[in-house]
């Protein structure tokens, strides 16, 4: 079973950049059908969708975080990162890393514990 765990600074100031590392286990980053997801969830808010990195290295953003938003990968460490650029206190959320291996009619979902994030000055 794939398993995700979130790490990075939990306190960041206004237009510093946000970097987050999902160290993955359970399975390769790089396994066939694997989506590599970034999910957050702001205070007293709904999920909302940032975006994710194919088995194959390709890309998708959300429309509203596209400008701001890059997520890499070290296939080498199992790692997955998040970077958001210029970020507010708009960006203060828990962030979530996920998984997801989706073929023909099969899905399944692994997501890693959330990290809390604050920006603040």
């Known amino acids: 079973q794939v398993q995700l765990q979130e790490s990075g600074p939990g306190l960041l100031k206004p237009s510093q950049t946000l970097s987050l590392t999902c160290s993955v286990s359970?399975?390769?980053?790089?396994?066939?059908?694997?989506?590599w997801r970034w999910i957050r969830q702001p205070p007293g808010k709904g999920l909302e969708y940032i975006g994710f990195?194919?088995?194959?290295?390709?890309?998708v953003y959300s429309p509203s975080l596209k400008s701001r938003t890059s997520i890499s990968s070290d296939a080498s460490k199992n790692q997955f990162t998040l970077q958001l650029n210029s970020v507010t206190p708009e960006d203060t959320a828990v962030y979530y890393c996920?998984?997801?291996?989706?073929?023909?009619?099969?899905?399944?979902?692994?997501w890693g514990q959330g990290a809390q994030v604050t920006v603040s000055s």
């Open positions: 996920a998984s997801r291996k989706a073929y023909g009619d099969y899905t399944e979902d692994h």
């Open positions: 990195m194919s088995y194959s290295g390709s890309t």
């Open positions: 359970g399975d390769s980053i790089t396994a066939n059908d694997y989506y």
